[in-house]
């Protein structure tokens, strides 16, 4: 696989995928293949693959990636079984914001899912993806987690912030962008990002962070408090 040095211009511009290290080999032998991942399961309706639009969308991913963990049930079964009673609103409110409110103040939550985002930046890469817009994707398409009928502050609480989030559309935002259903990307497509000769993700980050546009303390508060957590800032 070619390499691909990072630059300003990544900033707000090109097309990014994080992956596993462990499957870079397959990746060279089949390409980015369609797929839902496993926490992904009661979510999403078609196989596809996920990508962001410069790394300052990356910047926001990780952000809501760490909220999604934090907020996830450490029972077995119980986050499927959530995302579908979510959606009826005959299922008690209470119940529900009973559960994200301890989510908030049980430190458990937070230590896991921090702990899940040290693993991610020692154990994950990321790629350039050299793919196009009508061709391999469509800025139009539809998100199908938004789509599905949640009410909005319960999308917020899983999430969807709207300081990077259009909650009035159901289509995708650019940090949250897939490719056509069932469509991968070819190998010849995918170059593996590094920046000062490293390929660390923890170095991407430290790159983005020093060079975002964006306000991280009030656009990603949840990546924010990482970041202090950690002593990155």
């Known amino acids: ?14 097309y990014f995928h994080f992956t596993r290290k462990s499957n ?21 309706d078609t196989k596809k693959v996920f990508f962001v639009s410069g790394l300052d ?23 499927s079984l959530g995302t579908k009673i979510m959606r009826y609103k005959w299922f008690p409110k209470p119940i529900i ?10 430190r458990l939550h937070k230590f896991v899912a921090y702990k899940y985002f040290d693993y991610f930046l020692k154990n994950y890469c990321l790629l350039n993806l050299n793919i196009e817009e009508k061709l391999d994707f469509d800025f ?3 998100d199908q987690i938004k789509a599905k009928n949640y009410p909005k502050d319960y999308l917020i609480k899983g999430g969807y912030s709207p300081k990077y989030t259009d ?5 995708m935002d650019k940090w949250n962008l897939h490719t056509f259903t069932n469509h991968g990307i070819e190998s010849k497509k995918l170059k593996l990002c590094y920046i000062n000769e490293f390929y660390k993700m923890k170095d991407i980050l430290d790159f983005a962070l020093k060079n975002t546009n ?7 508060p949840v990546l924010w408090q990482y970041l202090k957590n950690r002593k990155y800032i």
């Open 167 to 171: 909650l009035e559309s159901i289509k």
């Open 140 to 142: 139009e398409d539809i």
């Open 97 to 106: 914001n009973a559960y994200f409110k301890y989510t908030e103040y049980n």
């Open 1 to 14: 696989m070619q390499n691909y040095k990072l630059s300003l211009k990544d900033i707000n511009a090109n």
């Open 24 to 44: 870079l080999k397959s990746i060279e032998n089949k390409g980015l293949l369609p797929k839902i991942s496993f926490h992904a399961m009661s979510l999403e």
């Open 214 to 220: 964006l306000n991280i303390e009030d656009i990603c």
């Open 57 to 79: 969308n990356l910047l926001i991913l990780f952000d809501c990636w760490i909220h999604v963990c934090s907020k996830y049930p450490l029972i077995p079964g119980l986050f």
